[in-house]
């Protein structure tokens, strides 16, 4: 990558008119990042129309080809309307859907098959980090999901407590956790996630290893990620 990366999680945020209302306001023509924008999977195609200059991804796919499953997105359906990424195993997917790293495996596999590039999310949760398995448990989710090492993905790092919480690692700990990735898996493209503003986005985008940023509330302010993308 050589433009750093922002990643926008809108997760199931704003309106259809305030979308479009809000990346108009985006300084699209001056980015100095490559900017990547995930609304709702419905708003998606309007978007892709409307804004030509701008990358899109979705939120989730489905770790199943075209068939019966009811209310599903297939990575084949996505790819066909525009889209460019897909977020994978966000930790609130984990959560509220039960979604685990054999199943993020396997929504891997289908967005390459449908030449989608998957941004793939692993992270610790607070009880793990008190216990000092962060790293432990990163290495695991890799394993599990079954990244290899010698292939370019892109993985998102966000601490479960980190996020919507105000709170991060600090940017030396980020550091030391991705120098650690990247010493084993010295191909993966590392973004950080999780309570990232224009107020420290800047830290992060010091860090040498660090390939971009997946946001979440800064990116449903056109102000905030203009400041983070100048
Ligand atoms: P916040 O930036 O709101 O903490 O959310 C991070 C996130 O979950 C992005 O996927």
């Given at each position: 990558m050589t433009q750093k990366l922002v990643v926008a999680n809108w997760k199931m945020n704003i309106l259809l008119h305030e979308a479009v209302a809000l990346l108009e306001s985006v300084?699209?023509?001056?980015?100095?990042?490559?900017?990547?924008?995930?609304?709702?999977?419905?708003?998606?195609?309007?978007?892709?129309?409307?804004?030509k200059k701008l990358d899109f991804g979705?939120?989730?796919?489905?770790?199943?080809?075209?068939?019966?499953?009811?209310?599903?997105?297939?990575?084949?359906?996505?790819y066909e309307i525009g889209c460019k990424y897909v977020i994978i195993g966000h930790s609130e997917r984990r959560i509220s859907c039960g979604e685990d790293n054999q199943t993020v495996g396997r929504k891997l596999v289908k967005a390459l098959e449908s030449k989608i590039?998957?941004?793939?999310?692993?992270?610790?949760?607070?009880e793990v980090r008190n216990q000092g398995s962060t790293l432990e448990h990163l290495f695991k989710q890799l394993e599990e999901i079954g990244i290899s090492r010698n292939k370019k993905f892109v993985?998102?790092?966000?601490?479960?407590?980190?996020?919507?919480?105000?709170?991060?690692?600090?940017?030396?700990?980020?550091?030391?956790?991705f120098n650690?990735?990247?010493?084993?898996?010295?191909?993966?493209?590392?973004?950080?996630?999780?309570?990232?503003?224009?107020?420290?986005?800047?830290?992060?985008?010091?860090?040498?290893?660090?390939?971009?940023?997946?946001?979440?509330?800064?990116?449903?302010s056109a102000q905030k990620l203009n400041q983070i993308l100048s």
């Amino acid at each position: 990558m050589t433009q750093k990366l922002v990643v926008a999680n809108w997760k199931m945020n704003i309106l259809l008119h305030e979308a479009v209302a809000l990346l108009e306001s985006v300084n699209i023509g001056s980015l100095h990042k490559s900017l990547v924008i995930c609304p709702s999977f419905i708003y998606i195609p309007t978007l892709v129309d409307a804004f030509k200059k701008l990358d899109f991804g979705a939120q989730d796919c489905s770790a199943n080809d075209l068939g019966a499953y009811t209310g599903e997105v297939a990575a084949a359906m996505l790819y066909e309307i525009g889209c460019k990424y897909v977020i994978i195993g966000h930790s609130e997917r984990r959560i509220s859907c039960g979604e685990d790293n054999q199943t993020v495996g396997r929504k891997l596999v289908k967005a390459l098959e449908s030449k989608i590039t998957p941004v793939i999310c692993i992270g610790e949760s607070l009880e793990v980090r008190n216990q000092g398995s962060t790293l432990e448990h990163l290495f695991k989710q890799l394993e599990e999901i079954g990244i290899s090492r010698n292939k370019k993905f892109v993985i998102a790092y966000e601490p479960i407590w980190a996020i919507g919480s105000g709170v991060t690692p600090s940017v030396d700990e980020v550091k030391a956790i991705f120098n650690k990735i990247k010493g084993a898996y010295p191909y993966l493209q590392l973004l950080y996630g999780g309570s990232v503003g224009p107020e420290n986005a800047d830290e992060f985008f010091g860090i040498d290893v660090l390939d971009g940023l997946l946001v979440g509330g800064a990116g449903l302010s056109a102000q905030k990620l203009n400041q983070i993308l100048s």
